[in-house]
């Protein structure tokens, strides 16, 4: 039944036609057999892959006609009844196919861009409109005579007058379906479109700013001043192209997308085989390895029967000798004792030559000074070393480095015996699509590499290898990143301590409000390895008078020199406890006058080894006196000053090992590291958990302290140049080197533009420079003085 809305008044029309008016007025009609449900697009043979598939005017969520089509962000078209359905949020809107957020307008779905397309698509093939039903009301049976291009409607004679008389339709675009298909180019025409700003206006401007449609009203309003616009019918063609050009260009980069996705395809199975490859060639480096220490051990196994045949070749010689000896004395006592008893002094006496020559040269026989030798024997084993050269010489797996996810570390070769086994993936890709798959595993697999030379790598590569004091090896870079000191030490501040913080803290303003000046280094030296200038752990450094630069590379057993340009000179020491050789030395000082070494070593030995300035041994002393040696200084009588940390205190030998004095100072101290004296026998200590360096005389009366936090934050080291001024390092943020005078006035503050890796030691060169040991197995030297003061 047919509602007749031109027979009643407008009240009862509206009344009637309420059902249209809500929600769900907009229900679409099942389409007719002779409406189209697909078109199909000529597509162009070199782009037949990328063409769209027949374009569908079915919405995929209820698989009926388009009714009021509308675009997401996404690009993809639903009913606009069907989007409300599974609208959650007033703010977006989860597209049900990619699952990509719209954001929602003021309006809702109902402000979202209609699809023109599918709605012009669908006039464009109805042939018999006499077979297209209305969607604008509830009836499934009336034909429709007209089209709204604002509801995207297919309207009714009734539904046409509704448009005309409603509120709610007030300014929708009706055009009658027989006039839309007068001219077979009458779809191309422009249609009316009305602004959804300005209801009332057309748009027929498009600003070339907001790259939008706009009306008259709004090159008034939003699009005024500073907007370009121009007619519609003017920049449309250029637009349209400009958009045709984009496609084009989007085909093309899927083009090549395409042929990157499949090179990256074939480079996966080649990925595959090289991994194979790289699996195999580990084993085959286990193999080897272990072939080799399988040989090694037969060969060391024939080392020690062959040293323990010799040692006991020569125990026998010595009993056989013995044994001789004792035939020969008692062969003489006899023969003295015969004399003795039958022959007269006169005829003793003519044998006491003879007897006396026979048996002195048995009573001066010392057997106790060949024995030592003779049990001398033991197998001398590194396992520290041994552990870093396995790390050094196994091998390592090289990616491309836009691709490594884990940095490997460096690799220390002797030049020469390592072969390369390498197997790349390079497949073409378009320069966009970043660096190709590169796999590059390098094992050593030289059959003529010297398996004496596993012992002779270096030491550990990591402090958790070391299994000696961890404290010392420089892992306290966590007091400088956290305040949880009082887990690991306990803290005991005297009333003086108490009292230099809260004066420091009035004198010293905060770090963040101290104008430093920036510094750079002029050199750098150093990497990882156990070659000559190489490192595994530098944790102390010392300058002689010649500007030389010595560094206790601790964890490899030895000392290296350098020149004052880093270029290396030579180096001493091995591993092992005996004269000549060091274990774990961490701290250096230089004796000015001789150029003597003073080396100090921590656990096991914890002592103190003097070298001579070509490296030769002198002597070594102090295991019975120290615990935790960790700064070391020299004074200008030769005194050697040592600052323990852990039981705080403070010995002072000479150099002959004997201790001069000694004081613990555990109230004034918290985690000392660094160690200097002046010509006025004061100490000054850097203290890194007190943020400031402790000075004492050396009877160990507490003096004063210079620095605090806030200005010299866990220092790491505390020198004294030519000037006679007080220079205190810290790593905290930024290498920082701040400068006093002796009694505390601050002269100059400096910070590094470049952030170190934890920093080990600091010492000073006569040049206005200070050399810095850091953690990256790299020294680097800093110019300080010719940067201005403060002025303070």
Known sequence: MKLDLGLLPVGIYEGAISDLC???????????????????????????????????????????????????????????????????????????????????????????????????????????????????????ETNAVARCFDCANFLCPNCVMAHQFMHCFEGHRVMMLSDMHNGKDEMKLEKPMNCAKHRAEYLIYFCRTCNMPICKECTVMEHGKGHEYSFINEVSQKQI????????????????????????????????????????????????????????????????????????????????????????????????????????????????KMIDAKIQSILNYVPESNLQNAFDLEFVSNFQAIQVGVRNTFGYVRQSPDNVQTKPQPIARPNGLTQKTTMSIRPSLPQTNGTPFNVDFSPVLNKQYNTNSLVNFGSTLDANINPYEKWSSGTLDVLG????????????????????????????????????QKMIYHCKFGEFGVMDGQFTEPSGVAVNAQNDIIVADTNNHRIQIFDKEGRFKFQFGECGKRDGQLLYPNRVAVVKT???????????????????????????????????????????????IIVECKVMRVIIFDQMGNVLQKFGCSKHLEFPNGVVVNDKEEIFISDNRAHCVKVF???????????????????????????????????????????????????????????????????????????????????????YLQIPSLGL
């Open 241 to 352: 192209e400009m958009l045709q050009q984009l496609m084009d260009e989007s085909k093309a980069k899927a083009n090549e997308l395409r042929t990157s996705a499949k090179n990256l395809e074939h480079s996966a199975n080649r990925l595959q085989i090289v991994y194979t490859k790289a699996q195999n060639e580990i084993n085959e480096t286990y193999n080897f390895y272990r072939t080799m220490l399988d040989e090694r051990r037969q060969e060391s196994i024939k080392e020690l029967e062959g040293a323990y045949n010799a040692k006991q070749v020569l125990v026998n010689g010595m009993v056989q000798k013995m044994q001789d000896g004792i035939e020969k004395l008692y062969q003489g006592c006899e023969f003295i004792d015969k004399l003795v008893k039958h022959a007269n002094s006169t005829e003793i006496l003519m044998f006491k």
């Open 22 to 140: 809500e929600s769900d007025r907009i229900s679409m009609a099942s389409p007719t057999p002779s409406q189209s449900e697909t078109v199909t697009s000529t597509s162009n043979s070199s782009d037949s892959e990328l063409e769209p598939p027949p374009l569908n005017v079915k919405c995929t969520l209820c698989n009926d006609t388009f009714t009021i089509p509308k675009v997401l962000s996404c690009f993809h078209t639903f009913c606009q009844p069907c989007l409300e359905k599974i609208q959650d949020t007033a703010e977006k809107l989860s597209c049900p196919e990619c699952h990509q957020d719209t954001p929602l307008p003021p309006q809702g779905i109902s402000g979202l861009m209609p699809d023109f397309a599918i709605s012009n698509i669908l006039e464009s093939t109805i042939v018999d409109t006499s077979a297209l039903n209305c969607t604008g009301c509830k009836s499934k």
């Open 594 to 640: 001789s150029g003597d070494i003073i080396v100090t070593e921590r656990s096991p030995t914890h002592q103190i080894q003097i070298y001579n300035q070509y490296g030769q041994f002198v002597r070594k002393f102090g295991a019975s006196v120290l615990q935790h040696p960790r700064g070391v200084t020299v004074d200008n009588k030769g005194h050697i």
């Open 481 to 516: 990143q956290h305040h949880h000191h009082s887990d690991i030490f306990p803290h005991n501040d005297s009333v003086i301590d108490l009292t230099n913080k809260l004066l420091t803290a009035s004198i010293y303003p905060p770090k963040s409000q101290i104008k430093r």
């Open 697 to 783: 005389s050396y009877q160990g009366v507490f003096l004063r302290q210079i620095g605090g936090e806030g200005i010299t934050n866990y220092p790491i080291g505390v020198g004294i140049n030519n000037a006679g001024e007080i220079l205190i390092a810290d790593n905290h943020n930024n290498f920082n080197l701040t400068i006093f005078t002796q009694d505390g006035q601050l002269v100059n503050a400096l910070e590094s533009k470049v952030k170190h890796a934890q920093c080990f030691d600091v010492s000073l060169m006569d040049d206005g420079s200070i050399v810095l040991a850091s953690k990256d197995y790299r020294l680097y030297i800093y110019r």
